[in-house]
């Protein structure tokens, strides 16, 4: 599936945000989800996340985002 969103960003931006302003098993909350990117970031920090977002389409895309992300922390932590 090739993923495209008008407004991506790189990841670097929310890692540090998240690192810097929730805690350790906090819950990230980003209201305007796109493709998730934020979220794929607070799972690698280990933070929970919510996200909300209206085009079905980038949903989609989300999913697919962050399925891959826990499945591998699960292959990590599995090692």
């Known amino acids: 599936m090739k993923e495209a969103h008008f ?3 790189p990841i670097d931006i929310p890692l540090r945000a998240i690192a810097a302003g929730c805690p350790p098993g906090g819950t990230v909350l980003d209201p305007f989800s796109g493709a998730a990117t934020t979220g794929v970031a607070a799972l690698q920090l280990d ?3 919510i996200g909300v977002e209206l085009s079905a389409e980038f949903s989609k895309i989300a999913k697919a985002r962050l399925l891959k992300q ?3 922390a699960d292959q ?3 090692r």
Do not use: G, L, P, T
């Open 47 to 49: 933070r929970k996340f």
């Open 76 to 78: 990590k932590a599995s």
């Open 7 to 9: 407004a991506a960003f």
């Open 70 to 72: 826990i499945r591998q």
